[in-house]
């Protein structure tokens, strides 16, 4: 049994064996006690530390595997992993991600996997934020970020077709949202609205990112406006591995 202490009172909490071999481990990775090539202790012998079923063990260290922290060798032991290489990344949404990555002199690609008009439930859910009248459609656009040959995010855009008439037709040039706004004239674009939150992959975006469902996935909301003409012309959700990227917040003007 745990206490964990708010304010003045105390609340008992309750820790199977399972995380509590799980955490233990994973911090023994974080101080260094373990480190890079290291062989984890045998499930019998974190089963007898913690006094704990060896199904448990197994099961902490199952875990560890699909956190991407450990990785098995048959017959031979769990191995700590090295660490995967972060991305520093400021989260704003007035400059674009190839930008970004250039800037850096990060390889990257970006691959459209989506590019058709929204449906039904994201047409409601965005019609009053991009401002849509009775006729307007949304064209959605989703892009797989592969940085290093590792997929690292999938950004998707929501668009008012009624501003770019023929998107439909030239959807090939969309890898660049940002590149697409500014080559019809729209260059002084900026964000507003930003929110970051997390959430856990469905089935499709964890086969997108190459992701396990232990892997939380960072939320990037942002809506793209030209501030020469005050209008809307996208809202974004961007969906980042949480284990590829170091983010930065920075104050936007």
Not at 115 to 140: G, M, P
């Amino acid at each position: 049994m745990y206490y964990i202490t708010y304010g003045n009172e105390v609340d008992e909490v309750e820790i199977s064996k399972e995380t509590l071999i799980r955490t233990s481990v994973h911090e023994m990775i974080l101080t260094g006690e373990l480190q890079y090539g290291d062989r984890l202790p045998s499930e019998n012998q974190l089963a007898d530390k913690y006094q704990a079923k060896r199904i448990d063990a197994r099961n902490a260290l199952v875990q560890l595997e699909k956190m991407g922290i450990v990785h098995s060798m048959q017959g031979v032991g769990r191995f700590v992993n090295e660490p995967l290489p972060t991305i520093d990344f400021t989260v704003t949404g007035a400059t674009s991600f190839s930008h970004k990555m250039e800037e850096q002199n990060i390889p990257y690609e970006s691959k459209i996997i989506f590019a058709d008009y929204a449906n039904t439930k994201e047409h409601e859910d965005y019609r009053a934020y991009l401002n849509l009248q009775d006729e307007d459609k949304i064209f959605k656009v989703s892009r797989l970020r592969i940085v290093d040959g590792l997929p690292c995010a999938i950004h998707i855009s929501y668009i008012k077709e009624s501003i770019f008439p023929k998107i439909n037709e030239e959807k090939d040039q969309l890898t660049s949202v940002y590149s697409y706004f500014e080559a019809k004239g729209f260059n002084h674009l900026v964000s507003k609205e930003r929110t970051l939150s997390a959430q856990f992959a469905t089935l499709e975006e964890m086969e997108q990112l190459d992701c396990s469902e232990l892997v939380p996935l960072l939320v990037f909301e942002t809506g793209t406006y030209d501030k020469k003409e005050n209008q809307v012309l996208e809202k974004v959700k961007i969906l980042y591995r949480s284990d590829l990227f170091k983010h930065q917040l920075s104050d936007e003007r």
